[in-house]
């Protein structure tokens, strides 16, 4: 039997062994993460196609933009509870992701800024604040570029600046960030291997098997028909130096949160970032890998909730 089957077994042993240590106390949390599971698809329409997106919470809004070769499965079921305690929550699909189908041969950054600032138009939604993780956070900084008197807020977390600025990983990281496996149990190790630091890599384990939000009915992210593009778009982003430009000229509240264990997105980026912002808000989570959101779901959906109520307070 391959090496990596064992190891997934041995995980999923441990998993259950370990699944009350990946159990949250919810007692201080008005969104129950049971309620998770009873949310639907819906889908807006938008320029050349739709949109599929979930929603969820009460109070302010706020839309997640997920990151590279993912789907709405990618969030920490007990952030978005967190989350939710607090605000109106929207997750969604990137283009050709699940059941969000854009017709296009080809895009980049602009093209996924503008499908969410079209989503945000049809749910008419005032200000919401943007949250963007990874390659989500690129899409996130485009739209505050396009559109920033329509946005509240903007948290940034693990990702970088467009441009020559931006700080890429080792070159086995980056190769094996560009080739990540079509198989869904390929994919699954890959993120155990780079998205967290080796001493929290089996409690991951059985946090991305139990602790994802994973609703009733929704369509599996196809690799083989984003990957390609999405690879693109990071790689234009990279070379960028016109937006990077713009957005040294941001004037907005943001709130950039990152892993200093992250091997995916060197930490130096989230420095560069909030050198380059003006006023923006840096806070940083000494262990946290390139998925931290699933080592401290509610540290870090707090630590977002009190940003976007501290600046609410000031309006």
């Not at 370990?18 to 698809?41: G, I, R, V």
């Not at 939604?125 to 993780?133: R, S, T, W, Y």
């Not at 980056?174 to 291997?193: D, Q």
Request: a positive charge; hydrophobic letters at 40%; charged letters at 15%.
């Amino acid at each position: 039997m391959p090496l990596r089957i064992v190891q997934l077994l041995l995980t999923i042993i441990l998993t259950i062994l370990l699944s009350s240590c990946a159990t949250h106390n919810q007692s201080d949390n008005q969104f129950p993460t049971e309620n998770l599971k009873q949310a639907t698809p819906r889908y807006a329409d938008i320029q050349n196609g739709h949109l599929e997106y979930y929603r969820f919470g009460k109070g302010s809004p706020i839309v997640l933009i997920p990151g590279y070769v993912t789907d709405i499965t990618s969030w920490n079921k007990q952030f978005l509870a967190t989350l939710a305690s607090k605000h109106q929550v929207i997750v969604f699909n990137n283009r050709n992701v699940g059941g969000s189908l854009i017709q296009s041969a080809h895009y980049e950054s602009k093209d996924l800024a503008r499908d969410t600032y079209q989503l945000i138009q049809q749910l008419h939604l005032q200000k919401p604040a943007i949250l963007g993780v990874s390659m989500g956070g690129m899409i996130a900084q485009q739209l505050a570029v396009l559109h920033p008197e329509k946005i509240g807020e903007l948290i940034l977390i693990n990702t970088a600046i467009a441009g020559a600025q931006s700080v890429h990983p080792n070159s086995d990281t980056e190769k094996l960030m560009l080739n990540i496996p079509t198989s869904k149990l390929g994919r699954y190790l890959v993120a155990l291997k780079l998205f967290f630091p080796p001493s929290q890599r089996i409690q991951m384990g059985a946090a991305l098997a139990f602790d994802r939000f994973q609703p009733k009915d929704y369509t599996e992210i196809d690799p083989t028909a984003v990957m390609p593009q999405q690879k693109l778009l990071v790689l234009k982003w990279t070379k960028d130096n016109v937006t990077a430009k713009s957005i040294a000229k941001l004037h907005l509240p943001v709130l950039i949160l990152n892993g200093l264990a992250d091997q995916v997105i060197p930490p130096k980026n989230s420095i560069i970032l909030a050198d380059t912002i003006p006023h923006a808000e840096l806070k940083r989570w000494q262990n946290g890998g390139h998925a931290m959101i699933y080592q401290y779901p509610e540290s870090i959906a707090n630590a977002v909730n009190t940003f976007i109520a501290a600046k609410n307070n000031k309006k």
